[in-house]
T-cell receptor, first 114, second 110 residues
Framework: DAGVIQSPRHEVTEMGQEVTLRCKPI?????LFWYRQTMMRGLELLIY????????DSGMPEDRFSAKMPNASFSTLKIQPSEPRDSAVYFC????????????FGPGTRLTVL | QQQVKQSPQSLIVQKGGISIINCAYE??????FPWYQQFPGKGPALLIA?????SEKKEGRFTISFNKSAKQFSLHIMDSQPGDSATYFC?????????FGAGTTVTVRA
């Protein structure tokens, strides 16, 4: 099993640019989560999808952030326009069902906005 | 605000020693308490977990102790090894939502 796959692993961009992060969950998992990790705020849940439908986006910081899950094997997190305070590690995680008992995390995307 | 409070922020232990990390929570709706281990450059990975109807769970060198009345739980790493050097996060769940503690960086000196 390849685990959760994220791309790119590192992204450096200029303020104001659009950034798209990608995630492929584990096959057969129907729940997908996007998290952000920073030193100041730790691990924060941004958005949760179940069966490709966004269930909880209360953690999305502002309208500059959007996420989609067009099918069971692919999700994107987009930031437009990006700002320096968006610099963080973004993780995608998936689980087999709605309950958060075991979430499998990807390796993360380290985003730096200059 | 963090729903799960974790301490200490960091600890250093000698090889073969015991590492202890403590967590506390307030939300009585939490029904599952996992610990995640994270190595630099990697995502968190589930290490061990406990449900509130059990007071202790042991898996190899890792033990969770759970005190429901005090709303506290802790991770003990016995016979700590250099390969255990990582950041450890306690967490608590209600439905799909994982609430993480701030993390403890453990360094095991050889």
């Amino acid at each position: 099993d390849a685990g959760v796959i994220q791309s790119p692993r590192h992204e450096v961009t200029e303020m104001g640019q659009e950034v798209t992060l990608r995630c492929k969950p584990i096959s057969g998992h129907n729940s997908l989560f996007w998290y952000r990790q920073t030193m100041m705020r730790g691990l924060e849940l941004l958005i949760y999808f179940n069966n490709n439908v966004p269930i909880d986006d209360s953690g999305m910081p502002e309208d500059r952030f959007s996420a989609k899950m067009p099918n069971a094997s692919f999700s994107t997190l987009k930031i437009q326009p990006s700002e320096p305070r968006d610099s963080a590690v973004y993780f995608c995680a998936s689980s087999q069902d709605r309950a958060a008992d075991t979430q499998y995390f990807g390796p993360g995307t380290r985003l730096t906005v200059l | 605000q963090q729903q799960v409070k974790q301490s200490p922020q960091s600890l250093i232990v000698q090889k073969g020693g015991i590492s202890i990390i403590n967590c506390a929570y307030e939300n009585t709706a939490f029904d599952y308490f996992p610990w995640y281990q994270q190595f630099p450059g990697k995502g968190p990975a589930l290490l061990i977990a406990i449900r509130p109807d059990v007071s202790e769970k042991k898996e190899g060198r890792f033990t969770i102790s759970f005190n429901k009345s005090a709303k506290q739980f802790s991770l003990h790493i016995m016979d700590s090894q250099p390969g255990d050097s990582a950041t450890y996060f306690c967490a608590a769940t209600a439905d799909y939502k994982l609430s993480f503690g701030a993390g403890t960086t453990v360094t095991v000196r050889a």
